[in-house]
């Protein structure tokens, strides 16, 4: 009972409760909360301290940030009590607003990194980018398939595809990208291979109606990973298959100005449990290409059954 009351009295302070109710949304740092609560660096960090000390929230470290999120197992006990803060405190349509509107800043900062991008990517480095481990996804696929390439690019990759799918659907969040892809596959003659532009964590395809989803070293672009490889589940057909070739977790920060990258990749285990949560079975995850120079990027490739 204890141990109950501490955490009543932990979650009894207004700043406390805003934190929870955007926590258990999505997964953010210190200084994405300051811009949603308008609060001091400080003052988040101490409550946030607070709240993970009596086992109400956590953190991981991905490079030089923390994320931290609620603990759905240790608030569920706390549930009207936090449906009755949202719908009381004033601040919390504000929060609830602000939040998106942080999240839209993540994928804003990838899509003006590709706008610039357009045009002279196959000229330009990007971590992660092998033909060889391109090549061992190609060697599970099964045409004539409906394939979509979520996060596309140009969609290099989908014109490959093309020639041997009954159809392509390439998402990308960048016009410009869209736009240099669709006149590539104009002018390669490509009919099966349609671009267009979206977001591929609410990609707009018609659910049910694809028999792979393809995630090309873009997951790690994504606001939430979890949403975007959720969003594919449900555009799958049953028995349809999810390839995901990213990058495995890595310290190089330097790669989120260079690339724009939201996430620095992912461990096996991390992409193992997005899969699963996201309701994925027979998941298999390995390592398919490293590169020789610094920082010694790896690729992952992992493929699972909705």
């Not at 101490?46 to 991905?62: F, M, Y």
């Not at 609620?70 to 939040?99: C, G, Q």
């Not at 449900?234 to 190089?252: A, T, Y």
């Not at 899969?275 to 690729?299: C, D, M, N, W, Y």
Request: with cysteine; aromatic share 6%; glycine share 6%.
């Amino acid at each position: 009972m204890a141990s109950l009351v501490k955490s009543l009295r932990a979650i009894s302070d207004p700043t406390r409760l805003r934190l929870l109710l955007v926590l258990l949304e999505e997964e953010l740092t210190v200084a994405e909360l300051q811009e949603i609560l308008g609060m001091g660096q400080s003052r988040i960090s101490a409550n946030l301290a607070l709240l993970k000390r009596e086992g109400i929230a956590s953190d991981r470290r991905v490079g030089k940030n923390i994320f931290y999120s609620a603990r759905a197992e240790n608030t569920s006990r706390f549930k009207l009590i936090l449906e009755a803060a949202r719908h009381e405190l004033p601040e919390a349509v504000h929060d609830h607003a602000a939040m998106h509107r942080a999240l839209r800043k993540r994928k804003d900062k990838a899509a003006e990194y590709f706008n610039k991008l357009a045009g002279k990517f196959g000229r330009t480095y990007v971590p992660g980018r092998s033909w060889q481990a391109l090549a061992y996804a190609l060697l599970r696929l099964m045409p004539p398939l409906v394939i979509a390439d979520l996060g596309a690019g140009e969609g290099l990759l989908a014109q490959l595809l093309a020639r041997g799918a009954r159809k392509v659907i390439a998402v990308d969040n960048s016009e410009k990208m869209v736009e240099v892809g669709a006149n590539l596959a104009r002018e390669h003659g490509f009919k099966n291979l349609e671009y267009r532009l979206g977001d591929i964590e609410d990609p707009p395809i018609e659910q049910g109606s694809v028999d792979l989803a393809l995630f090309s070293q873009s997951l790690h672009h994504a606001a939430s990973p979890q949403r975007a490889v959720s969003a594919a589940h449900c555009l799958l057909c049953d028995g349809g298959k999810i390839v995901v070739l990213d990058l495995l977790r890595h310290s190089h920060e330097q790669a989120r100005e260079l690339y724009a990258d939201v996430w620095l990749g992912f461990t096996e285990l991390e992409l193992h449990q997005i899969l699963k949560k996201a309701g994925f079975s027979r998941i298999e995850i390995s390592i398919v290409s490293g590169e020789t120079q610094a920082p010694h990027f790896q690729t992952l490739l992992a493929s699972a059954i909705k």
